[in-house]
């Protein structure tokens, strides 16, 4: 795996396999990689010839109070995982590579970057469509790979791949579970191991709405309340939201229609966790 540190490094090397007629696969990512980045990336190997990943964590994306800097940086066992599952070129520039001091310009996908996440987290979504932009126009991959896990992120960078007209085509890879059902993520290794037990409301709160559902509930308000009740059960968890959108333009609905998608995000002590399920009408 070859590694750049610059953006010329790295637009040259996928230039070059572009000019020899690979198609790339791109899977961006913070690092501190887990079984969810890595079925991304095999997504990617077989869907293109040539891989690249990148792991920047991106300062823009983090609000004042937020984890940036104490968000888990584990760069050799990362490359080491990489290696080994075939990625062919890795993106890793400091801060200072991407962000030029005197940068003035973002990327806002207007009114879905309020929503879901973006309302408890102002600027989040903005700085995600800033820095995915610019590791578009940096890597020009063929495919990108983006886990459903982050399915307000996934439909914001839908819409704006839509809007600017990027020639490149969104991918979104299934949620990768724990075998109890926590959704994998980087900031689960920041649980105790009292919060890692309760971090399972979220995936049972998620498994009751669908149950509910799949047993003739349409209503979207009593889908909400029902997975709320299971909130009710861990009272040292602090729901931030449990609502039921448009899986496209992410706005709340009222009653379930082709395709809803039902997004959750809580606290456990100063940890934040997200996890969403999709239901099919
Ligand atoms: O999903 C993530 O890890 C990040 O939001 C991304 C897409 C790599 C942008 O920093």
Same mark, same amino acid.
């Given at each position: 795996?070859?590694?750049?540190?610059?953006?010329?490094?790295?637009?040259?090397?996928?230039?070059?396999?572009?000019?020899?007629?690979?198609?790339?696969?791109?899977?961006?990512?913070m690092?501190a990689?887990?079984e969810?980045?890595?079925?991304?990336?095999?997504?990617a190997?077989?869907h293109?010839?040539?891989v690249?990943?990148s792991i920047?964590?991106?300062?823009?994306?983090?609000?004042?109070?937020e984890?940036?800097?104490?968000?888990?940086r584990?760069?050799?066992?990362?490359?080491?995982?990489?290696?080994?599952?075939?990625?062919?070129?890795l993106?890793?520039?400091?801060?200072?590579e991407?962000?030029?001091?005197?940068?003035?310009?973002?990327v806002t996908?207007e009114?879905?970057?309020?929503?879901?996440c973006?309302?408890?987290?102002?600027?989040?979504?903005?700085?995600?469509?800033?820095?995915?932009?610019?590791l578009?126009?940096?890597?020009?991959?063929?495919?990108?790979?983006?886990g459903?896990?982050?399915?307000?992120?996934?439909?914001i960078?839908?819409?704006?791949?839509?809007?600017?007209?990027?020639?490149?085509?969104?991918?979104?890879?299934?949620?990768?579970r724990?075998?109890?059902g926590l959704?994998m993520?980087?900031?689960?290794t920041y649980?105790?191991?009292?919060?890692?037990?309760?971090?399972?409301v979220?995936h049972?709160?998620? %498994? &009751?709405?669908?149950? =509910?559902?799949?047993?003739? $509930?349409?209503?979207?308000?009593?889908?909400? !309340?029902?997975?709320? #009740?299971?909130?009710? %059960? &861990?009272p040292?968890? =602090?729901?931030?939201?449990? $609502?039921?959108v448009?899986?496209?333009?992410? !706005?709340?609905?009222? #009653?379930?229609?082709?395709?809803?998608?039902?997004?959750?995000?809580?606290?456990?002590?100063?940890?934040?966790l997200?996890?969403?399920?999709v239901?099919?009408a």
């Amino acid at each position: 795996m070859q590694i750049f540190r610059t953006i010329e490094g790295m637009r040259a090397a996928s230039r070059a396999a572009r000019v020899a007629g690979k198609p790339i696969g791109f899977v961006p990512t913070m690092g501190a990689l887990h079984e969810g980045h890595l079925s991304l990336v095999r997504a990617a190997k077989t869907h293109s010839d040539v891989v690249a990943a990148s792991i920047f964590v991106n300062p823009t994306q983090f609000g004042p109070n937020e984890d940036f800097s104490k968000y888990p940086r584990t760069f050799e066992r990362d490359c080491e995982l990489l290696t080994k599952e075939g990625v062919a070129l890795l993106f890793a520039p400091a801060v200072e590579e991407m962000y030029p001091v005197d940068a003035m310009t973002y990327v806002t996908v207007e009114g879905l970057s309020e929503r879901l996440c973006g309302k408890s987290r102002p600027g989040h979504f903005r700085g995600v469509t800033t820095v995915v932009s610019k590791l578009f126009a940096i890597v020009e991959p063929d495919i990108a790979f983006f886990g459903q896990k982050d399915a307000a992120q996934v439909a914001i960078i839908r819409r704006m791949v839509r809007d600017l007209n990027i020639p490149v085509e969104i991918a979104a890879c299934p949620i990768v579970r724990e075998t109890d059902g926590l959704a994998m993520s980087s900031r689960n290794t920041y649980l105790d191991p009292q919060q890692r037990k309760t971090a399972l409301v979220l995936h049972r709160s998620l %498994e &009751e709405v669908k149950r =509910r559902f799949e047993s003739g $509930e349409n209503n979207a308000y009593k889908l909400i !309340e029902y997975g709320k #009740q299971i909130f009710a %059960e &861990e009272p040292s968890v =602090r729901l931030d939201y449990f $609502e039921v959108v448009h899986t496209e333009n992410l !706005e709340p609905l009222e #009653q379930t229609a082709g395709q809803a998608l039902v997004a959750v995000a809580a606290y456990l002590g100063n940890t934040r966790l997200i996890d969403n399920c999709v239901l099919y009408a």
